[in-house]
């Protein structure tokens, strides 16, 4: 069974490939699983999905909501409190999947059978860092799914967009406006025949609807002074605010808080303040979008009136003050949801897994990757752009792009200290600099099978010649091969935070 699965900060979604159509999978709860996992705090044992969400109010146990976000900024060993626990954040993700398969088989409509292979095409956050792409293709995979192709959200709306629409269209550009739960992502694509190709790409990492949730609860507590609270009683009124932002409707005048959670009366609210809470998130979401449109960095500014629209998907986009500000900036007819809010890149990821359909993207880094290297005989720090940002990805299947740098070794021990960034100013990174973790490599023959961290390390004139060979795979992972070319001796590496 070949399956699109998105996998949000709120919801996880999953759509099959059914001879041409895209079905969105329906489970016991509703058309996602909710990204959530539920701990007892005193065995430690864990519930996902559904089964998190009906214990998320019990006493002892600790859920972790928006399980996507945990990502930002983790490493492989990385780890978070839950209660008096601490857990594996890797651990969580996979059982979080293998709750995720087994509903798919157990607790679904999908029809699938107990052995029966999962292929899958999975979404991440198009301004994702290479260690998050590295977790969650390790989490699927661990939790018994293959994954044929690792897609940016955006990129897989367009499909969907591109599936439903593209023989209307008349215009080649698209701008994706896809607001999620917790990321903010903007691609503008070029669609020639059944190829989409990304031109640029922007985002905000940590930019969602949790944000909003986040911003409504802020204003409710001020209003309704209600002084410090507790976890419990906190995440009963979030849970009001989130409801009562759903039922929001552009005609909506005042919004009724329930606030009986912690004894007091309900309040009253101008849907106009909780619109002005909010309009900062926006604002930062339209100012992600505005580079699109003038291209300073890939050259390739795009006229207005030459894209086909705004195409807006993601649980965020529901927002109505997200309508209003985006058809004021854009125009009314130039701003298009998705039918499919919460779906359109699990069925985008479903489109562009069809081996029928022929559907290509061309899919670029959204980020600069590189390592320091000593300048100047060590009288200065350069930056060596390994992959700049836009590089074209390799498509799903095909071998990795591969960069070599051969040098002369300058010391006894090779400390390379990688990191990535959304832009370089004057050739040295700048904007959103994420540094990864150190990799040392041993230029002298004497210290293989030694702790070279403890090595002192020194200059020498005569190293001997190093290659770094850096592949680049479709799902926008790195890893770097470093070779002592005179005997052969290397070692590899996967590249993440």
Known sequence: MRLGIDFGTTHTVVTLVDR???????????????SLVAVEERTG???????????????GWTVVRSLKRLLDGAGPASEVAIGPRRMSIGDLLAGFFSALHRELVEGSNAGIAADEALTAAVSVPANASTAQRFLTLEAFRAGGFAVEALLNEPSAAAFEYAHRTRAESKREYLVVYDLGGGTFDASLLRMTGKTNEVVATNGVRRLGGDDFDEAILALVLDRAAAGPLGDAARSLVLEECVRQKENLSPNTRRVLIDLAAIGKEPLVLPVEDIYAACAPLVRRSLEAVEPLLEGPEQGTAVLWSEIAGLYVVGGGGLFPLVTRVLKERFGE???????????????????????????????KLSRHFGVFREGDAGADVVFDAIFPKGTTLPVPGAAPMTVVRRYRAAHNVGHFRFLECTRLTNGRPDGDVTPWHDVWFP???????????????????????????????????VSVTVADASDGYARTFTLRR
């Open 443 to 477: 230029f002298e023959n004497a210290l293989r099978g030694y702790d070279v961290l403890r090595a002192p390390v020194v200059r020498r004139a005569d190293g001997p010649e190093i290659v770094e060979t850096y592949a680049l795979g479709s799902e926008g992972a």
């Open 333 to 363: 007819k130039r701003v298009r949801r998705s039918p499919h809010p919460f779906a359109a890149t699990a069925i985008g990821l479903a489109v562009f897994l069809d081996r029928e359909g022929g559907w290509v993207l061309e899919d």
């Open 45 to 59: 044992s864990r519930r996902h999905g559904w089964e998190a969400f009906a214990v998320r109010h019990e006493p």
């Open 20 to 34: 041409g159509n895209y079905p969105v999978v329906s489970f016991e709860g509703g058309d996602f699983v909710p």
